[in-house]
């Protein structure tokens, strides 16, 4: 099992450019969760769906960030425009309907903007 | 509202010595509560969960927690510790609708 897909790994932009985070869960996993790590804040949970529909976004920091899941095999989290405040470790997470409490994480996207 | 409160932010063992990382929590339910290790440049890894069997839990590695209601604590501990037990580890609470509300982390240092 190849586990959660993040890609890019490393992203570095500039201020007011857009950017498109993207996740594949588990194969089989019902949910999809996008969280947020930061010195500040820690770790929190900005959205999550269930069989691709968004079912919380209240963590969603402002209308810059926006979340979609086209099919049940991608995921992306988009900041449109970046800000430098945005600059995080990013982690998508996925679990199955069964156990859905027991999230599998990807290895993140550290994302520094300038 | 559920929370954690994970007691140190950073904790630093001899190897061989006992582990100890605190974390007490409040549910207005009944709580399933985790721990996550995340080692460097790494995602979150499910170490053990307690979902209201045993209070004893037995994790990946030799870690262990035990659920105490009365205290409203769970506490993660492993007898031995090891170099490669170096990491952050993170203790959770899970809301009724199953999201996960994580603690501030613990930055577990282990010295030769």
């Known amino acids: 099992d190849a586990g959660v897909i993040q890609s890019p790994r490393h992203e570095v932009t500039e201020m007011g450019q857009e950017v498109t985070l993207r996740c594949k869960p588990i194969s089989g996993h019902d949910y999809l969760f996008w969280y947020r790590q930061t010195m500040m804040r820690g770790l929190e949970l900005l959205i999550y769906f269930n069989n691709n529909v968004p079912i919380d976004d209240s963590g969603m920091p402002e209308d810059r960030f926006s979340a979609k899941m086209p099919n049940a095999s991608f995921s992306t989290l988009k900041i449109q425009p970046s800000e430098p405040r945005d600059s995080a470790v990013y982690f998508c997470?996925?679990?199955?309907?069964?156990?859905?409490?027991?999230?599998?994480f990807g290895p993140g996207t550290r994302l520094l903007v300038l | 509202a559920q929370s954690v409160t994970q007691l140190g932010s950073h904790v630093s063992v001899s190897e061989g010595a006992l582990v100890l990382l605190r974390c007490n929590y409040s549910?207005?339910?009944?709580?399933?509560l985790f721990w996550y290790v995340q080692y460097p440049n790494q995602g979150l890894q499910l170490l053990l969960k307690y979902t209201s069997a045993a209070t004893l839990v037995k994790g990946i590695n030799g870690f262990e927690a035990e659920f105490k209601k009365s205290e409203t604590s769970f506490h993660l501990t492993k007898p031995s510790a090891h170099m490669s037990d170096a990491a952050e580890y993170f203790c959770a609470v899970s809301d009724p609708g199953g999201k996960l509300i994580f603690g501030q982390g613990t930055e577990l240092s282990v010295k030769p």
């Open positions: 549910s207005s339910v009944p709580p399933y």
């Open positions: 997470a996925s679990s199955h309907r069964d156990f859905k409490r027991d999230q599998y």
